[in-house]
């Protein structure tokens, strides 16, 4: 009986070695992956009233953003933005597909940077798929340790200055100088620089094939009049070579010469003449290579280009569409009233908290005594004295201890406080009062909270 050789069902990885291409995309993408690594890089390094510009003190719990101190009250601002982003990327993607991918993506920044230092230590696509083919000799030995040097301290770098937003980035250079780093810290540099390191260096395409959730959901928010990477099939086929400046009507072709740029400037090696697929990011590398070989050929560009599927089948695009609209006014709304809200935002509060020990007391003769603990949070960046006051019945006047209410620049103070009403004054059981504080430099500056009184 003849024995059957296992056979593997799953086809191997076959690397991609994505070839350079020159263009007005490509430099968007440059320009793109400047402006925001750079402002990633840097923006940890602002400084802003004599502090970092943009850090989240977690252990404080207070999330500094230029002259704003965020507080955990204000989470609702943080739950706020995140609802604003999903909505946007909704927005964005029915207009205009995977532009996000593209352009923005951290996974496509980062593995662009990547990219360029492969570029420049091991060359182009086709010296580093020769490099990677031939044996291990000195030259590879040494271009390969170069490349894993770079990588290494670019992620570390990265991972470094994520950390730098939660541990002021300057305390942070010099604990890592004086080799004093926290075991948290140390962990989330090394976590988030590996992961920088895998995902940008190794495994690239593979994320967003295999690993983003986005690209799976991504035909819910398409539709025919969605912006997305097009191979105009009716111009292009029937392929075939040629020599240039032929016309292809004479030799019964399209403009499509099938010299396979598109698919090896693609950075996810898929062939875009097959029809839209999941893969692609949209990044329209493989625009530029096309429009590129249009101009040797002295064609017209735009064989590939961004268009709909109703521009590609010669009908009219409809921007304006329900989708688009419910989009666009959802985020109208939100974006408008997060703006107000953060306009109208009071940075101060006060939290009232009744003691339990005892409904009531009398604190000399005539009065009965409700104590209470007062935390007054100061979220403004100057220093306030506040007035108490306390409303809602008749002879009720409230006191503290201490008496003046000093609490300083993004601070937090608790004071006890003590709210005394004439007995008889009112009728037996709980009464509803309130708490005015204001500041007294500051009459704009005010906050009211609510509490209950026990009377006998």
Not at 316 to 326: D, G, N, Y
Request: hydrophobic share 45%; proline share 5%.
């Amino acid at each position: 009986m003849t024995e059957i050789a296992p056979q593997s069902l799953y086809a191997a990885q076959t690397k991609i070695y994505p070839r350079e291409i020159d263009g007005v995309f490509a430099r968007l993408r440059i320009a793109a992956m400047v402006v925001l690594l750079g402002g990633y890089y840097l923006t940890a390094w602002l400084t802003w009233d004599g502090r970092q510009a943009l850090l989240f003190d977690l252990p404080a719990r207070k999330f500094y953003v230029l002259g704003l101190v965020l507080w955990p009250q204000d989470f609702f601002f943080l739950s706020w933005l995140l609802i604003i982003a999903a909505l946007s990327l909704f927005f964005f993607t029915a207009l205009a597909g995977r532009v996000w991918c593209g352009y923005a993506c951290p996974q496509t920044v980062w593995t662009e940077a990547f990219l360029w230092m492969d570029w420049l230590v091991e060359g182009r696509g086709p010296a580093r798929r020769k490099l990677d083919a031939g044996p291990w000799t000195a030259n590879k030995l040494w271009r390969k340790s170069a490349k894993q040097a770079l990588w290494i301290v670019f992620a570390l770098w990265t991972g470094f200055t994520f950390v730098g937003y939660f541990t002021p980035i300057r305390e942070l250079g010099r604990e890592v100088a004086q080799l004093s780093l926290g075991g948290w810290e140390t962990f989330w540099i090394l976590f988030y620089g590996f992961a920088t390191y895998g995902n940008a260096g190794f495994l690239r395409e593979q994320v967003c094939k295999y690993m983003c959730p986005y690209a799976r959901f991504q035909s819910a928010m398409f539709d025919r009049d969605t912006l997305v990477v097009s191979y105009d099939e009716v111009r292009g086929e029937p392929r075939g070579s040629r020599p240039r400046g032929t016309d292809p009507r004479t030799l019964q072709l399209g403009s499509c010469i099938d010299c396979r740029m598109c698919v090896q400037v693609c950075p996810t090696g898929i062939d875009i003449r097959k029809g839209l697929q999941y893969e692609c990011i949209a990044c329209a590398a493989c625009i530029d290579a096309c429009d590129g070989v249009m101009d040797k050929m002295q064609y017209a560009r735009g064989l590939i280009r961004y268009s709909t599927q109703h521009g590609i089948e010669g009908r009219a695009t409809r921007v304006l569409r329900p989708r688009v609209i419910v989009y666009a006014t959802l985020l109208t709304l939100l974006c408008g009233g997060f703006v107000t809200a953060l306009l109208l935002r009071t940075p101060l509060d006060l939290d009232v908290i009744r003691d339990r020990n005892a409904l009531y007391r009398e604190s000399r003769p005539g009065y009965i005594e409700n104590v209470y603990t007062l935390r007054i949070i100061n979220k403004d960046s100057a220093r306030h004295t506040y007035s108490l006051h306390a409303e809602g019945l008749p002879t009720l006047v409230v006191e503290t201890d201490p008496p003046v209410l000093e609490v300083g620049a993004g601070q937090v103070r608790t004071i006890a406080a003590r709210a005394l009403v004439e007995d008889g004054a009112v009728s037996g059981g709980g009464h509803t009062i309130t708490f005015r504080l204001a500041a007294n430099d500051a009459p704009a500056l005010t906050t009211t909270e609510k509490a209950r009184l026990f009377t006998p």
